[in-house]
């Protein structure tokens, strides 16, 4: 009996280990630039993307991939990024670059006052979460960001 509820618990296991790998995947693409200063590339669900929407927020989250700037980068105008074993699930991706350079996200009249673009493209007034949120069920690749 004992061997054989063992048996049923490692088999268990083992196949919630494969539902559960199966549940992530990967996102990657590219963000280009105009402005001097690091790029921050950041992967929000709704309950960051909404903390992202105040001002002062610290974009050194672990949502947020941190690119420092320097001459090649500034040349090239562009960079590469990729997300890995993100669980299924609804989020947004959102390119800023910090021209101050103070890791935070800065505001103006309760605007966002530096270079800031999402996945899906947002309106010129109003961004909203329902505006660009994507539902993420397979691999993407072939992102294109324009801050």
Known sequence: MFKNAMLFLAS????????YAEEKCTLSGEVTF???GDIYICL???????EFQRPGHDLS????RHIRM??????????????ESIPKGTYCIV???????NGKVDFENYSINEPWETYKEK???GVTWDQ???????NISGIKIKI
């Open 12 to 19: 268990f296991l083992l196949a919630s280990a494969f539902t």
């Open 123 to 125: 309106p010129i007034v």
């Open 34 to 36: 105009e402005y001097d």
């Open 61 to 64: 989250q672990p949502e947020c």
């Open 132 to 138: 660009i949120k994507f539902d993420l069920e397979e």
């Open 44 to 50: 929000f669900a709704l309950e960051k993307y909404a």
């Open 95 to 101: 390119g800023y670059q910090d021209e101050n350079n």
């Open 70 to 83: 320097n001459d090649g980068l500034k040349k090239a105008g562009k960079v590469s990024f990729e997300f």
